[in-house]
């Protein structure tokens, strides 16, 4: 009966040991992902901000509101149309040489 209890209470110190060090190596390991998070999680973001950036969804949302200021720059006073005239070249700025529509290429041109 004394080995039986031996042998259970070597069972459960080697389990509860066990479970200890898996418990401190799964807590190193968060503290190594986020450690890891933090030294390359900007350049993925970046990567993944300039593959946006060269989507077409991106381009056509920026031409689009390109296409909306244009409207309210023809129908803005005078005193407003320097102010749309700058955002206006802002944004298309962020599109790739070649990706404007000719007619919006010819107004930013103009402005």
Do not use: C, W
Not at 16 to 22: R, S
Not at 38 to 57: D, G, L, Y
Request: glycine residues 8%; without cysteine.
């Amino acid at each position: 009966m004394k080995d039986f209890l031996k042998a259970v209470g070597f069972v459960l110190a080697v389990v509860t040991a066990m479970l200890l060090i898996g418990g401190y190596a799964g807590f190193g390991g968060r503290a190594i992902g986020l450690a890891s998070d933090k030294a390359f999680a900007p350049r993925e973001e970046a990567v993944r901000r300039e593959t946006f950036e060269q989507s077409k969804a991106f381009q056509d949302g920026v031409i689009s509101e390109i296409r909306n200021m244009q409207f309210e720059y023809l129908h803005a006073d005078d005193a407003h149309k320097p102010l749309l005239a700058d955002v206006i070249k802002h944004r298309a700025a962020e599109l790739p040489y070649g990706s404007l529509p000719p007619d919006l290429h010819l107004f930013i041109n103009q402005l």
